[in-house]
């Protein structure tokens, strides 16, 4: 799921950072594959040092050790455990996190973006932009997530919202892992939304409905895989019935040629607004003439309490 933008007083810098450059990491064939079926899972892309590091991070930010509003100093006394029991997400880490930064930057993982982003425009040069960072802590027993669209919540002109859902963790139908519906994207249609009433197994978020759901297949991936799924691919997880944490550090991307309306400001048009918190990964970036917002020191964060003991 991705979620609304919510910065909505940044100051504008003009500095543009240069051509990006990144590695090519994927073959043709799994290029096709991404185009066709709306998702790509490519194992062993972030090293075990890379995920050590990002799990301490995520210990970090639940003790407030970065500094904002959301997240407080925690006790010296308490634990680890006791520090991330409540969190399902974190909103926007990477705006506090020098760690997820670099992981948003990750070159292995902005070089397969720079591949497959766009992949379905003919003329692309496989030019990204990074607008959003999600970190899944969610514990055991905490719920998942109703059937949904990216693109719902992130609006892209061009269709190239792209999730990169890093695995922290092995990822297991018994965890709580992705479930997807090969090709769901195709056809670029938005399914409509409505109450799931079933809050035992999913969060507050409304579930899409209206489509043949027989196809869905689990996405079950071991920690350092990173799983990409286009903006239109409809996806869900079940709640989390193991007796261990699904951490996933989920990054939104898109099209660095594509605006961005991801709010429509007061005076400003649907067909021209254009949000500029964003991070250039790959590629070039044609709108840096306009600056980019400086992200407030905050994160957001998503709580919700399990309904059942462990």
């Given at each position: 799921m991705a979620a609304r933008s919510?910065?909505?007083?940044?100051?504008?810098?003009?500095?543009?950072?240069?051509?990006?450059?990144?590695p090519k990491v994927l073959d043709q064939e799994q290029v096709r594959f991404f185009v066709e079926n709306g998702y790509l899972v490519v194992p062993d892309l972030v090293s075990m040092k890379e995920i050590e590091a990002l799990r301490r991070d995520t210990v970090a930010l639940a003790r407030g050790e970065y500094?904002?509003?959301?997240?407080?100093p925690l006790p010296a006394e308490m634990s680890d455990e006791e520090a991330l029991k409540n969190i399902l997400c974190i909103h926007q880490p990477h705006y506090v996190s020098p760690v997820i930064e670099r992981h948003v930057r990750h070159p292995r993982?902005?070089?397969a973006l720079s591949q497959i982003t766009a992949a379905h425009l003919p003329y692309w040069?496989?030019?990204?932009?990074?607008?959003?960072?999600?970190?899944?802590?969610?514990p055991p027993q905490f719920q998942g997530q109703a059937w949904h669209q990216d693109e719902i919540y992130i609006p892209t002109?061009?269709?190239?919202?792209?999730?990169?859902?890093?695995?922290?963790?092995?990822?297991?139908?018994?965890?709580g892992c992705l479930w997807v519906i090969p090709g769901s994207h195709r056809t670029g249609c938005l399914y409509p939304q409505r109450e799931h009433q079933n809050p035992d197994e999913f969060d507050f978020a409304p579930e899409s409905y209206g489509f043949d759901e027989s196809g869905e297949v689990p996405v079950e991936v071991k920690t350092g895989t990173v799983v990409f799924f286009n903006g239109y691919l409809l996806h869900r997880s079940f709640k989390n019935r193991s007796q261990v944490y699904r951490r996933v550090l989920v990054n939104h991307y898109c099209n660095a040629w594509?605006?961005?309306?991801?709010?429509i400001r007061e005076g400003e048009r649907p067909a021209?607004?254009?949000?500029?918190?964003?991070?250039?990964?790959?590629?070039?970036?044609?709108?840096?003439w306009k600056g980019y917002e400086t992200p407030p020191n905050?994160?957001?964060?998503?709580?919700?309490k399990a309904n059942s003991s462990p």
């Open positions: 919510e910065a909505t007083s940044m100051t504008l810098t003009v500095t543009a950072p240069e051509r990006v450059e990144v500094p904002c509003k959301s997240l407080q993982i902005c070089g040069d496989g030019s990204v932009k990074c607008m959003q960072s999600m970190l899944f802590v969610k002109r061009d269709r190239s919202l792209i999730g990169a859902w890093t695995a922290m963790d092995d990822a297991t139908v018994e965890n594509s605006l961005l309306p991801w709010s021209t607004a254009d949000r500029r918190a964003v991070l250039l990964v790959a590629g070039t970036d044609p709108y840096a905050e994160v957001w964060l998503r709580t919700c």
